[in-house]
């Protein structure tokens, strides 16, 4: 009953912001192609600049299912890094472990990426990490406790069963699926990275 309640909830969030979160809320959108509610289907009045920006931002943290702290903390961390704020968020935010575990095909959406992770299922280079927001580096090794190998789950993953529902793996990743393991070559790109996302208005959202 609770991973239905949450199915929906990912569902009704997704179409709210106009964005599939997960597998199931893509093949809902493709039935259901508006907001949810009553009035969804209804004509919108057009939204001010700031719901614009705000929904934006909204989008973002959704996909990486952060919470506003977080989120923050990043953008703050992306102003100060040198490069363009907006480019530098969003790879910021791709170098969390949980993002790479989705990215590497560990995972089929980003909530079961941080379930593995926190359950200590991941280790980097060798060391367990429980921390979804840890942020792996260039060069190191992403992969799976050997005794986690043998899990159904992750014997569905290194068959590549979430390649139907996943983006291709992007060119930062160096991915080994059969063996459960993943090396962050460098750092990404932000035109590498399969977000859908307008940074820019997520870096006027913050600088209001």
Do not use: W
């Amino acid at each position: 009953m609770a991973n239905n309640t949450r199915a929906r909830r990912k569902v009704r969030i997704s179409r709210a912001l106009g964005i599939a979160l997960t597998p199931k809320a893509e093949k809902y959108m493709e039935r259901r192609p508006y907001g949810p509610g009553q009035h969804g289907r209804a004509r919108k009045k057009q939204d001010s600049d700031y719901a614009v920006r705000l929904r934006e931002k909204q989008r973002l943290r959704a996909q990486y299912g952060i919470r506003e702290a977080q989120m923050t903390r990043v953008f703050e961390e992306a102003r100060r890094t040198a490069g363009l704020t907006g480019e530098n968020l969003v790879e910021l935010l791709e170098m969390r472990l949980d993002a790479l575990v989705l990215r590497a095909g560990f995972a089929r959406t980003i909530s079961q990426a941080r379930q593995l992770v926190v359950h200590r299922h991941i280790l980097v280079d060798g060391a367990r990490v429980d921390r979804p927001s840890f942020r792996v580096t260039p060069g190191q090794l992403v992969h799976v406790h050997e005794r986690s190998e043998k899990m159904g789950p992750f014997q569905i993953a290194a068959a590549g069963a979430h390649r139907d529902v996943l983006p291709a793996v992007p060119g930062y990743l160096d991915v080994k699926l059969e063996s459960l393991q993943a090396t962050l070559v460098r750092r990404p790109k932000r035109s590498e990275v399969p977000v859908t996302c307008e940074e820019n208005l997520v870096v006027e959202y913050y600088a209001r």
